[in-house]
């Protein structure tokens, strides 16, 4: 038996932010933005928390497969903005959703966040121990950004999306295979500074503005380009797959030159690569499954396409994950 995602949708808040919009904040511009990272606007949402953002993402999820919230049994959140410390933000969707049959978590996980609630829940439905799992992914980026720092404040952008994974008996559908890895030594490159059991909240931590980003971009990217097209590169070949078996590489959205650094080494064209940093920036947890949900929405994969989904992100946490799409188009 294996996990198949059976319903994927994406929310981001209205509210566009463009390049522009930071000139008069910080000194930069949209010229830097752009050749430096592929972003051209972002959205924020100043009000509400993640699950907000959350919230009709999973509903919509439900809606296509023509399920009640009772039907969910267990709820995966990865996001590293969640509504509160305490409870888990997967807790408070569960009752925004009325998903009352349902236990769950937070998964913290960074940018590689959602490709590890998705292995975890794609085990736990092959196991069958749970028969349905909702997987979310999204995180509310302004909540932790600095934007009086110019390194940092134009990256990102707030938005998440949700699958369903279900048993299927075709074990040729689903998640086909994962690489997961982790490195706690990049912490000294991305990181909060403050707000953690580490350093609690105080005047002096909030008047030092260390509850935002921490990122030695350089650095990261470094090991974001290494890691990333590492590892996408290895589970292509051990599944024995060559650049025309793939039908789509679907990448982590935080800086275009990442990204074409792993396409590359795959052997992959641009045509095969999902791309929307442009329009989103980095929304961290969130943007696989709203890539995914876009390839969907635009009906651009098929039933039987394997998709290539790829990450790094803080910790260092990064991974690939095989999947052979299950949803008619
Ligand atoms: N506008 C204008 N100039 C800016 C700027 C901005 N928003 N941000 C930085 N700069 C300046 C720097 O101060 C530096 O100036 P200097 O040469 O006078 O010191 C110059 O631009 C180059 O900065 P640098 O950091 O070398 O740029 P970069 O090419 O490495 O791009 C990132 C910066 C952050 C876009 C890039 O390093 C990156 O994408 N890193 C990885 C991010 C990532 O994958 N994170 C993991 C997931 S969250």
Redesign the pocket.
């Known amino acids: 038996m294996k996990a198949a995602i059976t319903a994927v949708a994406h929310n981001v808040p209205p509210d566009v932010y463009d390049n522009v919009w ?1 000139e008069s904040k ?4 949209d010229e ?2 752009k050749t ?2 592929g972003i051209t606007e972002r959205h924020f949402a100043f009000e509400g928390g993640v699950t907000d953002i959350l919230l009709p993402a999973a509903k919509s999820v439900l809606e296509q497969r023509g399920l009640t919230p009772e039907d969910i049994d267990l709820i995966i959140l990865a996001t590293i903005t969640p509504d509160r410390v305490f409870p888990s933000s997967a807790a408070i969707l569960q009752r925004k959703l009325g998903a009352t049959n349902a236990w769950g978590f937070d998964l913290a996980g ?2 590689s966040g959602f490709l590890y609630a998705l292995v975890t829940g794609a085990k736990m439905v092959e196991s069958g121990a749970v028969k349905r799992a909702l997987i979310l992914g999204g995180d509310k980026m302004s909540s932790i950004l600095n934007f009086e720092d ?7 952008g707030d938005g998440g999306g949700a699958v369903l994974l279900e048993a299927t008996d075709d074990d040729t559908f689903g998640v086909v295979d994962h690489i997961l890895r982790m490195d706690g030594r990049g912490e000294d490159f ?1 990181h909060q500074k403050a707000g953690g059991s580490l350093r609690p909240p105080t005047i002096e931590t909030v008047t030092n503005r260390e509850h935002f ?1 921490y ?1 030695e ?2 650095a ?2 470094k090991s ?1 380009v290494k890691g990333m097209a590492d590892v996408s590169f290895e589970i292509m070949q051990r599944n024995e797959l060559t650049a025309d078996d793939v039908a789509w590489l679907v990448p ?1 959205q ?2 275009l ?2 990204i074409d650094a792993t396409a590359d080494r795959m052997g992959l064209s641009r045509d095969k690569v999902m791309i929307n940093i442009d329009r989103f920036g ?1 929304t ?1 947890a969130g943007t696989i499954p709203i890539c995914l949900s876009e390839l969907h929405i635009n009906k651009k994969v098929a039933k039987g396409d394997y998709v290539v989904l790829s990450s ?3 910790g260092y946490t990064w991974g690939s994950v095989l999947i052979r799409w299950a949803i008619d188009t």
């Open positions: 930071f910080i000194d930069t511009n830097w933005i430096r990272t960074a940018c110019r390194t940092t404040c134009v990256l990102f991305l980003v990122q971009g350089q990261v990217f974001a982590h935080a800086n030159r990442i980095n961290t790094f992100g803080a």
